[in-house]
């Protein structure tokens, strides 16, 4: 379980086929100062099981479901990712429950400066786009964010400031995909209601 607050942005140091498999190796500094092998670490808002690590760096390993679902394996030496580690019982909750289970992949449709802030129009799967509504709360790349508006195809969200230095997506242009991952209790409430169906 992750908040969807970003704890820093590492760097993808390597990514590709390894044996039988398919290896991401990232380097990073906060999120290791308390590893150990098997613990879980957001990665761009997909929950990876660490399977090495030395000083400064962890690799991850990526199944096929994982490659298929998200923009990870688009991912090229040298690109930045958002990593944050797995809660504890003490962390505050300052963003929401994010799983790390992503739902699939939007691109980004607009990006438009207001004041300070980024406004960002995101293309959705219309599959997804019954799980996000106007005010509630979205992952992208591993941030929680809240959602501006929406469309059928489409939601809107804000990017302040404060987090543009800290966040991949304000280094993202238009055209580039992004991981998202919807409420968990919309999917639950959905299937409560088929079985009542």
């Given amino acids: ?3 969807g607050l970003v704890e820093e942005m590492g760097i993808v140091l390597s990514v590709g086929p390894k044996d039988d498999g398919f290896q991401l190796t990232i380097g990073a500094s906060t999120v290791l100062t308390d590893v150990r092998f098997g613990d879980s670490i957001n990665v761009n808002g997909v929950c990876l099981s660490v399977v090495t690590f030395d000083d400064g760096q962890f690799t991850v390993g990526l199944a096929p479901e994982t490659l ?6 688009v991912l090229r030496e040298g690109d930045r990712v958002n990593l944050e580690r797995a809660v504890l019982p003490t962390t505050r909750l300052g963003g929401h429950y994010v799983q790390g289970h992503v739902d699939g992949t939007g691109s980004i449709r607009a990006i438009e400066p207001e004041g300070d802030a980024l406004n960002y129009t995101i293309e959705t799967p219309p599959e997804l786009m019954k799980y996000i509504v106007r005010k509630g709360y979205v992952c992208v790349d591993g941030t ?3 959602v501006v508006d ?3 195809d489409y939601f809107t969200l804000t990017l302040i400031s404060h987090s543009q230095a800290l966040v991949v997506l304000a280094l993202k242009s238009v055209g580039d995909p992004v991981n998202l991952e919807t409420d968990i209790m919309a999917k639950y409430a959905e299937k409560i209601m088929e079985a009542r169906a």
Wanted: aromatic content about 6%.
């Fill in 1 to 3: 379980m992750f908040t």
């Fill in 68 to 73: 298929r679902k998200t923009s990870l394996g």
């Fill in 150 to 152: 929406t469309g059928p």
């Fill in 144 to 146: 929680s964010l809240t």
